[in-house]
């Protein structure tokens, strides 16, 4: 009985690792990015266009846990191309890319024989677009709503990708943009 009161718990802050897909090799945010907020275990982040980052972040991650942090190959969601075990950080910089998309699962964990493993679990998983789309000069969009509205995002990412600053973003995209 106990196990099934701490089960909600675990739950709810089991999604609140946010992560970033910078342009950007080295970790570094210089060139903009993507941000998935609150991710959950074995779902990855992608922007499934095709699109590669050159550097891939995990922040906040609890300290208790040992988390497997991933960064996949090609586009969207692909094989792993690296992979590295938090160990109690906060924080893990994945700087081998180009990566698809990132995900994450936890280590720890007993191995039942017949039973998919981590990494294939997470290759089946959905692959989810991320949240909020940031340039070079810190500005944000809402990425969410912006797919939401079915605009062609196309031209945006190439301009995202080319360290754009706000003055570079069509106007289309001007209701997207959130306050700071």
């Known amino acids: 009985m106990k196990f099934l009161t701490a089960l909600p718990l675990l739950a709810t802050t089991a ?16 060139q903009g990015g993507f941000v998935c907020f609150n991710w959950n275990p074995n779902t990855c982040c992608s922007v499934n266009a095709g699109t590669l980052f050159g550097s891939g972040t995990f922040n906040a991650i609890p300290v208790q846990w040992n988390i497997q942090a991933r960064g996949h190959a090609g586009p969207n969601c692909g094989s792993v191309r690296q992979q590295e ?9 994945l700087a081998n890319g180009p990566f698809g998309g990132l995900g994450y699962g ?9 039973a998919t493993g981590e990494a294939e679990a997470e290759a089946e998983a959905e692959c989810v677009q991320p949240d909020v789309m940031y340039l070079a000069d810190g500005t944000q969009y809402n990425y969410t709503a912006i797919l939401e509205q079915k605009l062609d995002t196309a031209e945006l990412l ?19 943009k959130l306050a700071q």
């Open 15 to 30: 999604a609140a690792i946010d992560l970033h897909l910078e342009w950007a090799g080295g970790c570094s945010t210089s």
């Open 85 to 93: 075990d938090s160990r109690g950080r906060n924080f893990i910089c």
């Open 106 to 114: 936890f280590n720890n964990r007993k191995k039942v024989r017949g």
């Open 158 to 176: 190439e301009i995202a990708k080319a360290g754009a600053s706000v003055a570079d973003i069509p106007e289309a995209f001007e209701t997207f």
